[in-house]
């Protein structure tokens, strides 16, 4: 006879938990027999203690089996989806979904709201005027199956993994959300449920990720393509960094503006090659491989495609954003090389602005956030505009420079570590994906520009 105390006793003095343990503590949790309380000092006894690779898997089986699983099999393409671990100006779901559509494969994005300093894909979208995140199976499976359309972006339903969803509450608020084994079975449990045949995943690193190191995200990506590849989904992920935001803009609607723009066949570098990379990964594991994605961006196929998207879930894809009610410019103090923008330190900006929240279900301002006029490498004169800081609330412009006091650095030439840091950003993504996480780890801490390029690649 298990009991919670048993369970959490074993975790807490270095045993492995049973298969019967696991399933036992994961429905008694999803039916309320194992108390918050007890849950939340069996998470802490798993982030000091671990788990192997069958606790994991056995842990995210049973995480789903708190709820129901979802089947495309019956498409006529391909199913993939991408996942991404969270960021600091990362919409890249927003063109990928449409662009890989647009290629011949149908993507059920199943995606959530922002909490703290990474935004939410979510709250990206509802921006749009009319566009809603909730939509029935039945309408999923139609947009899918539709080749005008092809890809839904939208929430996971209730009850999709629904012992995850309350566990994860319980993790933000008891310190145990860094759990590996933990993060690695929250979101690989809803994928799996979610009924996807393949995966991308985008696992960030860097100040402005939640894996800081590129020794923890390889153990992370690890964990998740382990956890897909036993579930019988294709998986494979990317290493990404996050020490600079993507692209040039945090927040929202000002996200979805460049989002746009992509899509249009312009935009930023660094988000255009990210949201390539992981096209073409995409496409791989879906089977397509004789289509090259930058065709779709380049000839409008993948603005069709988001447009009809839109539409079929409410949304006006040609309505006009919101903007926020008040701005201030940050200019530069002097002239010279920008030579760092800190992800954390624009994240935390934006999110005081009002484009994040504090606790799930608080609201967001639509049109605040973070503008950026510079990134690393490039020049600057002085009093030349930098950022311009969105938000409907005034007073929150004093909070928000304070978050960026510290989070821009301006050179009078490129330092060396800028100059070695910038040959490792635009190398081949073969060589980088080659070398050791020792020789990879001085680059990512030192990286000073645009640094979406692909550090590895985890496959099985």
């Known amino acids: 006879m298990h009991s919670a105390v048993s369970v959490i006793t ?3 003095d270095g045993g492995e938990l049973s298969d019967e343990q696991i399933d ?103 921006s749009i005027p009319g566009w809603r995140a909730e939509v029935p199976v039945p309408d999923m499976r139609r947009m899918l199956a539709d080749p005008a359309i092809g890809a839904v972006i939208c929430a996971a339903g209730a009850d999709l993994a629904p012992a995850d969803k309350r566990l994860y509450a319980l993790r933000d608020v008891t310190g145990t959300v860094e759990s590996i084994p933990l993060i690695a079975s929250s979101i690989m449990s809803k994928k799996i449920a ?20 590129l020794d923890s995200a390889r153990e992370l990506a690890t964990a998740m393509v382990e956890l897909g590849t036993d579930a019988g989904v294709r998986t494979v992920a990317l290493l990404t960094g996050m020490h600079t935001p993507l692209g040039r803009t945090a927040g929202n609607a000002l996200e979805v503006a460049e989002s746009l723009e992509v899509l249009a066949g312009g935009g930023p570098a660094d988000v255009v090659e990210l949201t390539l990379a992981l096209a073409r990964e995409m496409l791989a594991q879906a089977g397509i491989g004789d289509i090259d994605p930058a065709d779709a961006l380049a000839d409008g196929r993948a603005m069709d495609h988001w447009k009809a998207m839109i539409r079929a879930q409410g949304g006006d894809p040609d309505a006009a954003l ?47 956030g973070v503008e950026m006029h510079a990134k690393p490498g490039d020049s600057v004169v002085a009093g030349q505009p930098l950022l311009t800081l969105h938000t409907d609330t005034p007073e929150a412009f004093s909070t928000a420079l304070e978050a960026l006091r510290d989070a821009y650095m301006i050179d009078a030439a490129p330092s060396s570590a800028a100059a070695s840091t910038a040959a490792v950003s635009t190398a081949a993504v073969p060589s980088a994906a080659a070398a050791t996480g020792d020789a990879l780890a001085p680059a990512v801490s030192n990286l000073a520009g645009p640094d979406s390029i692909v550090l590895d690649r985890i496959a099985p």
């Open 24 to 126: 036992w503590v994961v429905d008694g949790f999803t039916r309320g027999e194992v108390a918050d309380e007890q849950m939340s000092a069996l998470a802490m006894a798993i982030l000091l203690r671990g788990m192997n690779r069958r606790e994991i898997a056995r842990w995210t089986r049973a995480m789903i089996s708190s709820g129901q699983r979802m089947s495309f099999a019956e498409l006529p393409r391909p199913t993939v989806d991408k996942h991404s671990t969270g960021g600091v100006g990362d919409k890249i779901t927003l063109p990928l979904a449409p662009l890989v559509a647009a290629c011949g494969a149908a993507v059920p994005q199943l995606s959530g709201r922002g909490l703290g300093h990474t935004g939410g894909t979510l709250d990206k979208l509802e």
């Open 194 to 213: 979610e009924g996807t045949a393949a995966l991308v995943l985008d696992v960030k690193v860097g100040a402005g990720a939640f894996m800081k190191t």
């Open 10 to 12: 074993a975790k807490r």
């Open 322 to 368: 919101p903007t926020a009610a008040h701005t201030e410019i940050v200019t530069a103090p002097r002239s010279g090389i920008l030579t760092r923008l800190d992800a954390m330190g624009v994240g935390l900006a934006a999110w005081r602005l009002g484009a994040g929240r504090a606790r799930q279900g608080d609201p967001v301002q639509f049109g605040a």
